[in-house]
């Protein structure tokens, strides 16, 4: 072991001594995300209950966090070099948590201004990328991040064009019905399908204070004739084939905040993703799929905002089953009392239903989910006329009602409501 640090500080001292840096101080920055709290109700639900359709306010206790540190560590001319690592752990309160859950989440290196734009940045290594959420409901509805290289913010005409190719290994049992996984004389055991992303978008000003996104997503399901994987992208019963996203999102300053209008189409074997979903994932079943989104923060006076969500989506053609509708609205008002404290509310709904094909008799089933959440919270952060203001101690009242509806006919229909008044404190916090 000392050796090994011996070597390490002399490899750190070399490379800071190189003519190249002999002008430039290596900077480091310390960045992260965190959230914990305890809540306490009937227990009908678990730790969080659909928090990307009801929200998240008054909705979730687990603990989760991300760590990252980085650094620019040379410059040559005008090309600025930086790493980058990031580990995160999630839990759910278990007292044993402290050896579980712990994951690289980010490792990649840059370079800035290497085609003498200013912006411009080459990367390579893990990354998240682009990734664009929906912070009330913890939702990403475009997010392509995964192992890779990349080239964004390079200049093109009015606006700016970024490209990325990713990779992401799913595991295959949640994209396939028949895995033969726990059959002992099964031929093909894969434990994950490879899947490559590539990614472009463009970004450019249409107005005083407007922006446009056009982004294009095509997910290739890596063929392996000979290997593990071609139970998943080979063979016709259960191949997956290939996907492709295209996404409009115009970005709109407004009421001291900003609203977001966003338009995407999934076909092929990613169209069922489009239910909540983040635009990098495939299955076994091909479709066609679009939805819509409306969302943001704005302020009506000075003490008083809302942020706000409203989604719909739809897909069909699937071989497996005949369609799927989703809709959800989750809005998050808020009010500062003091220079210090708010007053919070957040109301949401959602309605899902996936309708089976017709069977032999003409009968057509369907499967449905609904439910509310109504939230009321007093906050403190350290400026609360600010919504992203942080870190925010919540203390909170929330009742949750979801139904779970079952129809395969006139007569045969299944029902089962649950419902639970909670009550707790969480903390969130970023820097």
């Not at 059959?183 to 899947?195: L, Y």
């Not at 095509?218 to 593990?228: P, Q, V």
């Not at 989506?313 to 497996?320: D, L, M, R, T, V």
Request: glycine share 10%.
């Amino acid at each position: 072991m000392k050796k090994v640090n011996l070597l390490a500080a002399a490899v750190l001292a070399a490379a800071f001594a190189m003519p190249a840096q002999a002008d430039f101080t290596p900077n480091a920055n310390f960045n992260g995300y965190m959230r914990s709290g305890v809540m306490h109700g009937n227990s009908a639900f678990g730790s969080k209950t659909d928090t990307v359709k009801l929200g998240r306010l008054g909705n979730e206790n687990d603990t989760f966090m991300e760590f990252g540190l980085g650094a620019d560590v040379a410059k040559v001319d005008d090309v600025t070099y930086s790493v980058y690592g990031m580990i995160a752990h999630g839990g759910d309160g278990n007292e044993k948590d402290w050896n579980t859950n712990l994951s690289c989440r980010q490792a990649w290196a840059g370079a800035k201004n290497l085609l003498g734009q200013g912006d411009d940045f080459l990367w390579i290594g893990k990354r998240y990328y682009k990734r664009e959420d929906i912070h009330i409901l913890d939702e990403y509805y475009y997010n392509v991040s995964g192992t890779g290289v990349g080239l964004e913010n390079v200049i093109l005409g009015p606006g700016k064009i970024s490209l990325a190719w990713t990779r992401n290994d799913k595991d295959f049992d949640k994209y396939s019905q028949k895995s033969g996984y726990n059959d002992p004389d099964s031929k093909h055991k894969p434990s994950k399908v490879k899947v490559n992303t590539y990614d472009v978008r463009y970004e450019f000003p249409v107005w005083d204070g407007a922006s446009l996104q056009l982004g294009a997503t095509y997910l290739e399901a890596e063929k392996d004739k000979n290997g593990y994987y071609r139970t998943y992208t080979i063979e016709k019963e259960n191949s997956i084939g290939d996907g492709l996203n295209l996404s409009a999102e115009l970005n709109i300053g407004l009421l001291g905040g900003f609203n977001k209008t966003v338009v995407q189409s999934f076909s092929g074997s990613s169209a069922a993703d489009v239910h909540y979903g983040t635009g990098a994932a495939v299955f076994n079943d091909e479709g066609q799929g679009w939805r819509f989104i409306n969302w943001g923060d704005v302020h009506f006076t000075k003490e008083f905002g809302m942020f706000h969500v409203a989604q719909y989506a739809h897909s069909s053609g699937f071989k497996s089953y005949d369609s799927e509708r989703s809709v959800n609205l989750v809005v998050r008002p808020y009010y500062q009392l003091t220079k210090m404290t708010k007053l919070l509310a957040e109301v949401g709904w959602f309605a899902d239903k996936r309708t089976a094909n017709t069977d032999d008799n003409g009968v057509q089933s369907y499967v449905s989910k609904h439910g509310t959440k109504y939230t009321l919270a007093y906050a403190i952060s350290p400026d609360a006329s600010n919504f992203w203001s942080r870190p925010e101690f919540r203390f909170y009242v929330s009742h949750v009602s979801v139904s779970d509806n079952m129809n395969i006919g006139p007569t045969h229909e299944w029902v089962r409501q649950t419902s639970d008044n909670m009550f707790g404190a969480q903390v969130e916090a970023w820097w």
